[in-house]
């Protein structure tokens, strides 16, 4: 009696199938057209700002029962295949395969692309710089942690422009080759995983050695061919390298998020809905910090984010990262970054970009 019913439920949702393979055919059609007018132009193949005004444009159209996650999470990656119709692009991240940095690159860009795992954060900007990648993704700020230094010092450095953001939840999970603690003699996995499950290993492996590796990917490799060593790395890593879970979120906050950048040689024009980034360096005299702000609230520009990193000169001098809301090329910000340049000892952007979808 249930197939009687089933059947003509089935036949309509084929029915729909057919539509949708048929829809995204021609879309895939129109892309390709697309395609042909960038090669004449010299587009760039990938164009963050139109990507973010689509997937917001869904969300805001979606009527249900499909939830607008899951609607931009299904046009993502049809964007993503036809992008690949132009050109597959090639996006560096902080490897081995199954890091969170992998994670956020198929978030950002959908899964066809070629990825390129690198060995540490200072590679993956080495590789952008060169053109080996289109683009890299890097960690630059963890909820529980805070700022990620190394990015902060390589931004400062690099030519390079950074034309996205994203954030997606850290979860921590201990494993091991057996999927217990017997045998091992070290927990491994990135400095910043083991700040942010400390109070945890504090509790239940106070004794067992802690040691920090260049990610916690290389981590879940190491204890896969090592029965004395136990990783904490993500799920996804653990399936990758055949690892058994001794806990999972493990993670002390349960709410832990890292943020991520994307970083090429496209600088992107306004979405809508975009973030500044800057970095400068004050005069060295009372009031210095609080007068070199000032034009953001003159000229009404929304300050979200305020870091301070060493200048390294030995004499107690700063740099200031600053993300403000809005883009550089909108009037109030041009307006504000152009004071800021005037009155900065040291001044530059380092990228606008849409904000987080």
């Known amino acids: 009696m249930s197939d009687n019913k089933l059947l003509p439920l089935r036949i309509k949702i084929d029915a729909i199938d057919a539509q949708i393979l048929d829809l995204l055919n021609q879309r895939a059609r129109v892309a390709e057209e697309v395609g042909h007018v960038k090669a004449e132009t010299n587009a760039p193949v990938f164009r963050p700002e139109r990507e973010a005004q689509v997937l917001r444009g869904v969300a805001e159209r979606n009527p249900g029962p499909l939830l607008s996650d ?46 390129l795992p690198c060995v540490s954060i200072d590679e993956v900007f080495r590789a952008t710089e060169a053109g080996t990648a289109d683009f890299g993704v890097v960690p630059i700020e963890n909820s529980s942690e805070g700022a990620i230094n190394r990015t902060l010092d390589l931004l400062l450095q690099t030519s390079l422009a950074i034309s996205g953001e994203l954030a997606i939840a850290v979860q921590h999970s201990l494993m091991s080759r057996s999927g217990n603690m017997e045998g091992i003699s070290r927990i491994c996995a990135h400095s910043q995983a083991l700040a942010q499950c400390q109070a945890w290993l504090n509790q ?3 004794h067992v050695e802690r040691h920090a590796v260049a990610s916690n990917a290389e981590a879940a490799r190491m ?11 993500s799920e996804i890593a653990g399936h990758q390298y055949n690892l058994g879970i001794v806990s999972a979120h493990i993670q002390d906050d349960p709410h832990n998020r890292t943020r991520f950048a994307v970083i090429g040689r496209l600088r992107t024009t306004p979405s809508g ?9 004050t005069p060295n005299k009372a009031g210095a910090v609080y007068n070199l702000l000032a034009p953001l609230e003159k000229h009404g520009v929304s300050m979200t984010r305020f870091e301070s990193r ?9 740099y ?30 380092l990228g606008s970009y849409p904000c987080t979808v």
């Not at 060493?310 to 700063?318: C, L, S």
Request: negative net charge; proline residues 4%.
């Open 310 to 318: 060493p200048a390294r000169t030995g004499n107690w001098e700063y």
């Open 273 to 281: 809905k975009d973030q500044t980034s800057i970095v400068l360096a």
């Open 320 to 349: 200031f990262y600053v993300d403000v809301e809005g883009h550089v090329m909108d009037a109030k910000v041009e307006a504000a970054m152009s004071e800021l340049n005037d009155k900065a000892a040291f001044f530059k952007v």
């Open 223 to 233: 204890a896969s061919g090592d029965y004395t060593v136990a990783a904490i790395a």
């Open 70 to 115: 899951d609607i931009q999470l299904i046009f993502r990656e049809i964007m993503s295949a036809c992008r690949a119709l132009e050109r597959r692009v090639v996006v560096a991240f902080l490897g081995p395969v199954g890091t969170f940095s992998e994670q956020a690159v198929y978030k950002q860009f959908g899964h066809a692309i070629q990825p």
């Open 204 to 206: 239940h492996y106070p």
